[in-house]
């Protein structure tokens, strides 16, 4: 019997945690395999004391070295099986200096990148692929030249069943936020167009279960101050922020319900 395998398809270190934590901790509890490709080695992130990328005292190298011994500790805390590291530059946010460089991830041909994830692709042999969307999210270049080398690799190998698009519900955010509101606190104001609208989610998986896991592996982290933003929450955000991450499904070679809860629905024995 073809051991059941989940490939999650991420930018950077960190990256892993914030919407796929609890499906990664899920899913290896159940005793399916769970498969981490961090695409960059985040040469872009924070240095010590939150050092930028181009101010004084930002080194590249020790960033890195930091950064994949966060990564290893953080996939430990959800019980991830393999990570994988395709070992590219990071681009750094959009705008930045870094999306120059001809060595960074964003710039290195598809075709290039697109291989180098088809050939895990082959190893592994996934059912489940989960990655970005076409705008990475956020629009980081990264992320959706992540986007790109998946549906690329998910297309030329044939190999996986279903491929997901990671989503944060609309209606989901503006709660989160009015609740935070409730309480007293400020985080700014929510961008109209922020978010996945609530009638492209396909699939809410419930992870609530994880969410100490989930919490610890962002913890893990802890060099790249923008990730903590979460963690500033209350506790009971938390868990309303952690407790579900949401999907779009978007291609199955398998029938299912149209509304799912689960990544695996049609492939359990």
Known sequence: ????????????????????????????AEGIRTVLVTCTNGDQGDGAGGVKPGDDGHDEVAVVAQRLAELQ???????????ELLGY??????GWDGNAHPSAFANIPLAESSAALAAL?????????????????YGHPDHIQAHRIAVDAFTSTGI??????????????????????????????????FGTPDELVTSAVD????????????????????S?????????????????????????????????????AGLRP
Not at 207 to 226: D, G, M, N, P, R
Request: hydrophobic share 35%; charged share 25%; aromatic share 8%.
């Open 89 to 94: 530059r990071d681009s750094g946010m959009d």
């Open 121 to 137: 692709i082959e190893k592994y042999r996934p059912q489940v692929i989960v990655t970005y969307d076409e705008n990475g999210g």
């Open 207 to 226: 992870v609530s279960a994880f969410i100490e896991q989930k919490v610890t592996a962002l913890k893990a982290h802890a060099s790249q101050t923008e």
């Open 1 to 28: 019997m073809t051991e059941l395998t989940l490939m999650a398809v991420h930018a950077h270190p960190d990256d892993e945690v914030i919407s796929t934590g609890g499906i990664l901790a899920r899913y290896a």
């Open 160 to 193: 996986p069943d279903k491929l997901y698009y990671t989503a944060i519900p609309r209606s989901g955010i503006r709660e989160t936020f009015e609740f935070v509101r409730s309480l007293g606190l400020d985080f700014g104001e929510l961008p109209e167009e």
């Open 73 to 83: 500790e953080s996939a430990g805390h959800l019980g991830i099986h393999h990570v």
């Open 228 to 264: 903590m933003f979460l963690l500033q929450l209350p506790e009971e955000a938390q868990r309303r922020v952690f407790a579900t991450e949401h999907f779009i499904r978007q291609q199955s070679r398998v029938e299912g319900p149209e509304q799912e809860d689960d990544l695996f």
